[in-house]
C-alpha cells in the first residue's frame, strides 16, 4: 500500500525526486529562494543539487543523469533539450575597502591592480576576459578558483580584487568589501534548460519555482 501511495503521488506531481545543477553562485543567492517555495508548496518533492559548471549541466542533462540545469548564457543549441533565458544579474567589482576605489571601475583601472578570477572553465572567465580585452588588456590573476565565498574572503582579506555577478537579493557583502559598477557595464544571463518532451509534474513544479524568481532579475 505505501508503495502504490508513494508511485500516485509521484505520477500527480505530490513527491518523487529531481536533480538540479547550477553553479555556485546560483546555488547560493538564487536557488534558496526557490525551494523554500517549492517544500512550502510541495512539501514531498525532493531536490538534489549538484555544483557544476554550465557545460557540465548541459552534459549531464543530455545524459539523463539531471533533470533541471541553470546554466550561464548565451549557449548553442542543444539537440533534445529546451534552454529558455531566465534572468540577467550585473557583474560588480569587489574590491578591498582600503582601495581608493573610483564610483565605476574601468579595465584600465582594476587591470594594475592585483586579481582574483574565476578559471578558464566558466563562462564568467570568458566575459571577464572579454571585457578587458576591450581596452587591450590582457591581465594575469594572482589567482583563479570558482567558488564565489572563498573569493570574497580574499577579497576582504585584501589579496586582490574580483568580477562577480551581483542578485538583488544577495547579502551586502563583508564590509571590508566595496562594491563598485563596471564601465563599460557587463551582465550575467542565466538561462533554465531541462530535457525536451514530456515534463514529469515533479519537475514541473521546479521550474514554476524557479520561474518566479525571473522578475527579480532585471533580464532583458
Known amino acids: 500500500?505505501?508503495?502504490?501511495?508513494?508511485?500516485?503521488?509521484?505520477?500527480q506531481g505530490l513527491g518523487g525526486r529531481?536533480?538540479?545543477g547550477a553553479s555556485t553562485g546560483a546555488i547560493a543567492h538564487l536557488l534558496p529562494r526557490a525551494?523554500?517555495?517549492?517544500?512550502?508548496?510541495?512539501?514531498g518533492i525532493d531536490v538534489q543539487v549538484a555544483v557544476l559548471t554550465s557545460q557540465e549541466t548541459l552534459q549531464q542533462l543530455r545524459?539523463?543523469?539531471l533533470d533541471v540545469g541553470l546554466v550561464a548564457l548565451p549557449?548553442?543549441?542543444?539537440?533534445g533539450l529546451v534552454l529558455r533565458p531566465w534572468r540577467r544579474d550585473p557583474i560588480m567589482a569587489f574590491l578591498p575597502a582600503a582601495w581608493?576605489?573610483?564610483?565605476?571601475?574601468?579595465?584600465?583601472?582594476?587591470?594594475?591592480?592585483?586579481?582574483i578570477l574565476n578559471d578558464a572553465s566558466t563562462r564568467l572567465s570568458r566575459q571577464t576576459g572579454e571585457w578587458f580585452a576591450g581596452a587591450g588588456l590582457n591581465p594575469r590573476p594572482r589567482i583563479q578558483l570558482n567558488y564565489n565565498d572563498a573569493i570574497k574572503s580574499l577579497v576582504a582579506a585584501g589579496y586582490g580584487a574580483t568580477l562577480l555577478p551581483h542578485e538583488a537579493t544577495a547579502p551586502q557583502p563583508d564590509p571590508r568589501i566595496v562594491m563598485r559598477p563596471l564601465r563599460p557595464a557587463l551582465w550575467r544571463p542565466l538561462g533554465i534548460a531541462h530535457r525536451d518532451g514530456q515534463v514529469?509534474?515533479?519537475?514541473?513544479?521546479?521550474?514554476?519555482?524557479?520561474?518566479?524568481?525571473?522578475?527579480?532579475?532585471?533580464?532583458?
Open 75 to 79: 549557449q548553442p543549441p542543444v539537440p
Open 63 to 65: 545524459d539523463g543523469t
Open 18 to 20: 529531481v536533480r538540479l
Open 200 to 220: 514529469e509534474r515533479a519537475t514541473q513544479h521546479v521550474l514554476d519555482a524557479l520561474w518566479l524568481l525571473r522578475a527579480t532579475g532585471g533580464h532583458a
Open 1 to 11: 500500500d505505501q508503495a502504490l501511495d508513494d508511485v500516485q503521488r509521484q505520477v
Open 35 to 43: 525551494l523554500e517555495t517549492l517544500g512550502r508548496e510541495h512539501p
Open 100 to 115: 581608493d576605489a573610483p564610483a565605476r571601475v574601468t579595465p584600465a583601472w582594476l587591470g594594475e591592480r592585483p586579481l
